[in-house]
């Protein structure tokens, strides 16, 4: 399929024909940056690793070009500041068994406004060619600005499409902020014991982040780790490894204001602190 961008690229990491890769694909996952997808996505892609019947195609929308860097990488400039991101990419894709991954290109001044269709369109056009079960992106309070304005065109992409286009299933997910704040009831729980050694692998490959200054491996896992121990205070853990998400399917098949989407979640965490507040006071 033809790409917006000139620098856009579709990587398939086992040389199959474009068609099988992207029809074959079950499970799809929309991120804003390079590395999004394995700190967020990691159950899902694991749920997919050499499963013959099950497929994960990755979508990271913007270029890279912003990153923080230090040490070897601090004089890079923003363009082989994204060649390296792409290659990372490539290299975790491959790793992952993914069965595709799209590099959009996109800077992200382009994704945060919201009068440039371009990027809905185009991550419309994906979802039709992929046609997956489920749809993976950010969650609607993530605190970083391109994550949030990558999960609002994501859920535009999904609403412009027919009914029988659309997947079955759409969760948010955590990077910049966790989840573990939404009430129990509230949260769908991925569990991400499987592969630990895959797990370190995929965020291992990002080394322009982990030398450049920033250890988004260790707090990945370390992430998952509390999410299962802090999970439940009078039951044993049911697994050693946990990212959280939320299901926002309603919200992507309706017309519901985002905000008030997410806010009935954060009434539902302000009630349920103030119920067990009262009760002790």
Known sequence: MKLNKQEAQLFIPDGVDEQSALSRTTDLCIAAHQDDIEIMAFSPAAKCYGIADKWFTGVVVTDGAGSPRSGIYERYTDEEMKLVRITEQKNAASVGGYSA?????????????????????ELA???????????????????????????LRTIAAIRSLPADLRPKKVYSLEVWRGLDWLCDDDKVCFDTSTHPNLAAALLGVFDSQIAGGKRYDSAALGRRLANATFFASHDTDECESLSYGLDIT????????????????????????????GRFS
């Open 101 to 121: 991954q799209f590099l959009l290109s996109y800077p992200s001044s382009e994704v945060k406004d919201a009068k440039n269709v371009q990027t809905v369109e």
């Open 125 to 151: 056009s994906i979802i039709r060619a992929c046609r997956p079960e489920i749809i993976y992106t950010h969650n609607l309070a993530d605190k970083h600005d391109t994550h949030v304005a990558v999960a």
């Open 250 to 277: 309603e919200l992507v098949n309706s017309n519901i204001n985002y905000f008030e989407f997410i806010n009935q979640y954060i009434e539902g965490f302000r009630s349920e602190v103030k119920d067990r507040i």
